[in-house]
C-alpha cells in the first residue's frame, strides 16, 4: 500500500509540476502578444476576439457605430449639409483669399470657416440607404492617405470624415503618409493634433518620394485586410466604406472604386451624383476621361446597385484586397510623383485576371483643385512606362500623338515585364476587345495621320483648342506649327472622316451655308458616315468637302490673324493646299 501511494503522489507532483510549466508559458505568451498589441495598436488576433464577442452582444445598428459621433448640425454654419459658402470680405479679407487660391489651388480661406466636421446630405439612391450589411462577416481596412503640403482644414476634414463615417469594427486604422512636407503646421502641430484621435498613425518619409511610393510606404504599415486609399482633400458620405468592403469580400481579385463627388474648390459646395456613375476610359494620348456606362455593361447588371465595370479609374480613391494588390505587384515603383499610375494598374488588373469597378452606394466627394497644385515633372515618363509594358503594338497609336514620347527616358522596366510573364496576363488586343470594346482604335494609315500643314502660310497648321467639358464647342483654325501632336494632330481614315481623337472621338464638319469648320461626335463604329463629315484629300492638295462643295483655305483676317473658312476651291490658290507630316 505504501509503495502504491508513493507512486501516486509521485505522478501527482510531477502533473502540478507540468501545470505549472504551462500556467508560466500561457503568462509568457499572454505578455508578448499584449506587448505587440500595445506598440502597433489594435492586433488582428485582439481585433478578432472583438469582432467575435461584439458578434454576439450587438446588433447590427451598434456595430454600423464610426469611430466617433459627429457634433450636431448647425444649419447657420458655413458649408454646412454641403451647402455652397460664401463670405462677406473686406479687402484685406479677400486679398487673404487670393493668396489661398494661389498657394493651394483651392480656397482655403473658405476651407478654414467650415466645420471639420461638417455633414453632408445622402442623396444616394433609396436601394442603397436602405441596404443592410452582415458586419461580422465583412473584412476590416486600413485608410492610406498621403499628402504633401495639404491645407490644414482640407486634410484635417478627410481625416474626421472617415473617423465619422467608418464603422468601428471595421476601421484598423487610418495611415497618414507626410512625403516630405516643408510646412511649418504639418509638424508638431499635427503631431500634437493627432495624438488625441484614435486610430491615426503618421508616417514621414526622408525625403521626396511621390504619391506612388508615398502609398506603397502607408500599405507596408497596415494591418486591415483590405487597403483603402484616399487623396487628402476628400469628404466621405456616411455608408461609403461597406459596399466597398463586401464587394471585395465577395471577390477579392476586385479593385473597387467609389463614385467620386465633386467638391467645389471655390465653395465647397458638394455635388453629389444621384443618378447612373461615369465611368473611366482613356483616349490615345493615354489620359483619363470619364463616359457613359455602355449599353451591353447595362444589360449585363442585374441591379442598379451591383458594382458597374470600369475600364480605368481615375487612381486617387479605391480599395484593393491588400493580399491581392500584393499578388498583382502592387504599383509600379519606377513612377514618380503621380499620373500615368492610374492608367497602368488600370490594364494590369483587367489583363492578368482580375476585374476593376465602380460601386453606385459608395460615394467620397473630392475637392478638384483650381489647377495642379504642384508640377509633374515625371508625368510623360509614367505614362510611357503603362505603354511599355502592357500596350504591346497598339503603343504606336500613343506615341503618334505624342511624338516627345518617343524620346522620353523611361527607365527600367524589365521587373515590371517579369510580373506580367508571371502571372500569365492577356494582351492588349485582348483587353480592347473584352473590357473597351467600345473604344475606336485608329487607323494610323501612313501618310494619313499627324499635322496638317498649310503651304499657303507656310508656318500654320491646323489647330483644334476645345473648351473645358465641351469637345465639341470650338471651330477648327490655324496655329503656328509646333510639332507636338496634341490639338494639332488629326488622322484621315479610310471612311473619308477628318477625326480628332484627344480627349474623345470628335470629326470635322461644315454645317449647312456655313463657312467655318465644326466638330462633332464621330459616329460609333459600323454606323454610316453623315454627309457632312465626309471629305476628300485630293491629289493637288486640296481638302474638298463634296457636302457643301468648298475647299478648306486659309488665311489672314482683317484684324492680322491667321484663319481658316470653306471657299470655292482653286487648285491655283496656294491657300488651298495642305500636306499631312
Known amino acids: 500500500m505504501r509503495v502504491r501511494w508513493s507512486r501516486k503522489l509521485g505522478l501527482l507532483a510531477k502533473t502540478c509540476l507540468l501545470l505549472s510549466l504551462l500556467w508560466v508559458a500561457y503568462l509568457i505568451l499572454e505578455m508578448s502578444t499584449s506587448s505587440y498589441q500595445d506598440s502597433h495598436g489594435e492586433g488582428a488576433g485582439r481585433n478578432l476576439l472583438e469582432r ?147 486610430r491615426v498613425r503618421l508616417i514621414r518619409t526622408n525625403k521626396r518620394e511621390g504619391l506612388v511610393r508615398g502609398r506603397l510606404i502607408g500599405a507596408t504599415y497596415s494591418t486591415g485586410d483590405v487597403l483603402t486609399f484616399l487623396d487628402c482633400h476628400c469628404e466621405c458620405v456616411p455608408g461609403w466604406i461597406e459596399p466597398l468592403l463586401e464587394r471585395i469580400g465577395e471577390n477579392k481579385t476586385a479593385i473597387v472604386c467609389p463614385v467620386i463627388d465633386t467638391i467645389d474648390w471655390n465653395t465647397f459646395e458638394f455635388y453629389m451624383q444621384t443618378g447612373e456613375p461615369m465611368i473611366g476610359g482613356f483616349d490615345w494620348r493615354l ?41 498583382l505587384g502592387t504599383y509600379d515603383m519606377g513612377m514618380d510623383v503621380w499620373g500615368g499610375e492610374n492608367l ?105 495621320h499627324g499635322a496638317v500643314r ?33 490639338n494639332q494632330y488629326f488622322e484621315y481614315t479610310s471612311k473619308k472622316e477628318i477625326r480628332f481623337n484627344s480627349v474623345t472621338e470628335i470629326c470635322a464638319e461644315v454645317p449647312d451655308r456655313q463657312k467655318y469648320i465644326a466638330m462633332r461626335y464621330c459616329p460609333r463604329d459600323g454606323t454610316a458616315v453623315p454627309e457632312s463629315i465626309v471629305w476628300e484629300f485630293r491629289n493637288d492638295g486640296t481638302i474638298y468637302h463634296p457636302h457643301s462643295n468648298t475647299c478648306i483655305t486659309s488665311h489672314h483676317t482683317s484684324e492680322g490673324r491667321t484663319g481658316i473658312e470653306m471657299r470655292l476651291c482653286n487648285p491655283g490658290d496656294r491657300n488651298q493646299i495642305w500636306k499631312f507630316e
Open 52 to 198: 467575435q464577442f461584439s458578434s454576439k452582444t450587438q446588433g447590427k445598428e451598434q456595430l454600423s457605430q464610426p469611430v466617433y459621433q459627429k457634433p450636431p448640425p448647425d444649419s447657420n454654419a458655413p458649408g454646412e449639409w454641403g451647402k455652397a459658402a460664401r463670405l462677406q470680405l473686406d479687402p484685406e479679407q479677400k486679398k487673404q483669399e487670393e493668396e489661398s487660391i494661389e498657394r493651394y489651388a483651392i480656397n482655403i480661406h473658405l476651407s478654414d470657416k467650415i466645420s471639420l466636421h461638417r455633414h453632408i446630405v445622402d442623396r444616394r439612391m433609396y436601394e442603397c440607404r436602405s441596404k443592410v450589411f452582415d458586419y461580422r462577416k465583412l473584412p476590416t481596412t486600413s485608410v492610406i492617405i498621403s499628402f504633401y503640403n495639404e491645407a490644414w482644414s482640407t486634410l484635417l476634414r478627410t481625416i474626421h470624415s472617415v473617423l465619422e463615417t467608418t464603422p468601428a469594427v471595421l476601421l484598423k486604422e487610418i495611415i497618414l503618409v507626410d512625403d516630405f512636407s516643408d510646412r511649418a503646421y504639418l509638424r508638431s502641430q499635427l503631431e500634437e493634433y493627432i495624438s488625441n484621435l484614435d
Open 287 to 327: 489620359t483619363f476621361q470619364w463616359h457613359s456606362v455602355p449599353e451591353q455593361e447595362r444589360r449585363r447588371r442585374k441591379s442598379k446597385i451591383d458594382p458597374i465595370r470600369s475600364p480605368t479609374m481615375a487612381g486617387g480613391l479605391f480599395a484593393v484586397s491588400k493580399e491581392y494588390f500584393q499578388y
Open 344 to 448: 497602368e494598374l488600370s490594364f494590369r488588373v483587367w489583363q492578368c485576371g482580375g476585374s476593376l469597378e465602380i460601386h453606385p452606394c459608395s460615394h467620397v466627394g473630392h475637392v478638384f483643385p483650381k489647377k495642379a497644385p504642384y508640377a509633374r515633372p515625371n508625368f510623360l515618363q509614367n505614362t510611357v512606362r503603362a505603354a511599355e509594358v502592357w500596350m504591346d503594338d497598339y503603343k504606336q497609336h500613343f506615341y503618334n500623338r505624342n511624338p516627345p514620347a518617343s524620346k522620353e527616358k523611361y527607365g527600367d522596366i524589365s521587373e515590371r515585364k517579369l510580373i506580367r510573364e508571371r502571372l500569365k496576363c492577356q494582351s492588349f488586343e485582348w483587353y480592347l476587345k473584352n473590357v473597351y470594346p467600345d473604344l475606336h482604335v485608329p487607323e494610323d494609315r501612313h501618310g494619313w
Open 454 to 486: 498649310s503651304a499657303g502660310i507656310h508656318s500654320e497648321c491646323l489647330d483644334y483648342n476645345a473648351p473645358d467639358h465641351n469637345p465639341t464647342g470650338a471651330h477648327l483654325s490655324l496655329f503656328g506649327c509646333h510639332g507636338q501632336g496634341g
